[in-house]
């Protein structure tokens, strides 16, 4: 039954990402959906797994660990989309095959040297920014974008591939303004042709309640939860 659900879900997400798309001259294949899973149950993400999602984002390392134990077999894309503390570092890096919240140099600093420790080659990750101006959420303020990633250089095995942003509350116009805003920026940093960043940005915008417009507006991979899960009991 509830695989049903979430494929029922499923499916009218995907047409809605169609419909979006053809409004703003996109093709669908663009578009990656990320099913968070916080607070999600190990049962109903073998589910998700059986529709066909394979890319799962949590926030929390603890919550993460076991269920990468318990999912240790299946071929998942882990992508850690919390606020990252120092001191979780070393297992994000173990668990995590993208990372889509880094602000600050010293985040750099420590991946850095714990992928040469692992002797890894590269860590995918999303720069946030925060556009909307509230104190309660990280991110890069928009006048520091360029500046920071121009120190970036000295980090070869962290890998910008794109910017991250969580839409605000409010009106249709006031979501749409800040997401075309997210992608003005990366159009500004495409331009720079940063040697250390990924030429072509992804966009990493829209939740369950403005995927839409996030996919209008540039969006390549949507985090979506409460729409494909329903409400969450913690």
């Known amino acids: 039954m509830m695989n049903r659900l979430i494929q029922k879900r499923l499916e009218t997400i995907q047409e809605n990402i169609v419909r979006s798309c053809q409004k703003s001259g996109r ?7 990320i099913a968070v899973t ?10 998700a797994l059986s529709c066909g999602l394979n890319r799962f984002g949590e926030n929390r390392v603890q919550e993460a660990e076991s269920k990468r134990i318990a999912l240790e077999a299946e071929p998942i894309e882990w992508h850690f989309i919390g606020q990252l503390q120092r001191n979780k570092i070393p297992k994000v890096v173990e668990y995590f095959q993208y990372v889509h919240s880094l602000d600050r140099i010293n985040q750099f600093q420590t991946i850095e040297k714990r992928l040469e ?9 999303f720069l946030q920014v925060n556009l909307t101006g509230k104190a309660t959420q990280a991110g890069l303020d928009k006048q ?3 500046p920071f990633l121009e ?10 591939i794109g910017l991250m942003t969580i839409g605000p509350q409010g009106s249709e116009e006031t979501i749409r303004r800040i997401f075309h805003e997210l992608y003005q ?24 309640d403005d995927y839409t417009i996030a996919v209008e507006e540039g969006a390549t991979y949507l985090r979506l939860g409460r729409c494909l899960f329903g409400e969450r009991s913690y």
Not at 27 to 33: A, C, W
Not at 117 to 125: D, I, Y
Not at 151 to 160: A, D, E, K, T
């Open 117 to 125: 420790m692992q002797k890894e080659k590269m860590l995918p990750v």
């Open 185 to 208: 920026i990366k159009e500004k940093i495409e331009e720079q042709k940063y040697s250390w960043v990924s030429p072509i940005l992804a966009l990493s915008m829209g939740m369950s």
């Open 151 to 160: 120190s970036l250089y000295c980090f070869p095995r962290v890998r910008v």
């Open 144 to 146: 520091e974008v360029l």
């Open 27 to 33: 093709k669908s294949d663009e578009i990656k959906i």
């Open 38 to 47: 916080k607070g999600i149950q190990v049962e109903l993400m073998q589910e």
